[in-house]
């Protein structure tokens, strides 16, 4: 049930994608743009969806489960640090160049495979060696930084 | 003169409602990189201990490719216009960037954009103006900058 309705959202949200624009290279750097013949239209696909995802999001924080699942898994509130803002600073450059993000990337590996194989391999390959080797070794460092106060005796 | 907003808007809220959905029937947050996350490694965040599997991610992702599908089908070479014209060598460092930088920073367009300010998140906030400005000068540079 829980993978059922997870498939429906993502048909839906690809759906969404397709029907924005958001898919379009073409689009996207037309709404990054600002200096060139700026198309500011794609402000509304992040705008509708927040005006539509706000109401239903509240409506599920009333609610103690989800409908189909055991328990709402939520970020957990975490300061802003120097590892959220350089991500986004490297995710914010590769959108620039390539005006393409993660979600339209899958969406058009279904429509022009051969076109977008490269980025989609990449993102993967971006991934998993973030997921398996930057984020242990920058935990490892941050462990190792904190250490030493721990450490020292009290005196 | 409102024309060109229309589509975009009712794609928006169908992302919104696809999104709020998932969190709503699901308990799950509707970021592509978070679930592409889980599909590959199979945790979204090292310091997850939650019960999460990986089938519901991957039943996602295969919702979108499904909706790729039907876009192949139904909507023709505008869909994904100006991707032949972006160089095979830019997609590739590209796309390592946008996987590495969305997975060290938790969340890209969508679960940033969408789910973490729809939850009026601050470090969604703080991601969101980051990398807009960030990919708006990148754009800057490579259209403006005399390449």
Not at chain 1, 98 to 104: A, T, Y
Not at chain 2, 42 to 62: D, E, H, L, P, Q
């Amino acid at each position: 049930m829980r993978a059922f309705a997870s498939f429906i959202a993502g048909l839906v949200f690809g759906l969404g994608l397709v029907i924005s624009g958001m898919t379009s290279p073409d689009k996207v750097f037309g709404f990054l743009d600002i200096a060139g013949q700026w198309d500011p239209s794609l402000a509304f696909v992040m705008g509708g969806a927040v005006m539509t995802a706000t109401p239903i999001f509240w409506l599920a924080r009333r609610r103690a489960k989800p409908v189909v699942s055991a328990s709402f898994d939520t970020p957990p509130k975490t300061p802003v640090d120097r590892r959220l803002l350089g991500g986004a600073v490297l995710f914010g450059i590769g959108w620039g160049l390539s005006g393409i993000c993660p979600g339209p990337a899958l969406v058009s590996a279904a429509i022009t495979p051969l076109a977008i194989g490269g980025f989609v391999i990449a993102m993967v390959v971006g991934i998993v060696f973030s997921s398996r080797v930057l984020r242990p070794l920058l935990d490892a460092r941050q462990t190792h930084a904190t250490l030493p106060e721990i450490a020292i005796p009290a005196e | 003169m409102f024309e060109p907003f229309i589509l975009p808007l009712l794609g928006g809220v169908l992302i919104g409602l696809a999104a709020g959905g998932l969190y709503l029937f699901a308990g799950e947050i509707a970021g592509v990189t978070g679930i592409a996350r889980i599909a590959l490694v199979g945790s979204k965040r090292s310091s997850y201990t939650g019960w999460n599997t990986r089938g519901w991610a991957v039943a996602f992702i295969a919702g979108l490719l499904v909706a790729g599908l039907g876009a192949a089908v139904l909507g023709g070479p505008a869909v994904t216009a100006g991707i032949e014209t972006v160089a095979p060598g830019l997609l590739l460092v590209a796309g390592l960037l946008v996987g590495i930088g969305t997975d060290l920073g938790n969340g890209c367009t969508s679960g940033h954009g969408v789910c973490g300010l729809s939850r009026f998140s601050p470090r969604s906030l703080a991601a969101v103006a980051t990398f807009m400005f960030a990919a708006g000068l990148t754009v800057f540079i490579t259209r403006h900058g005399g390449f």
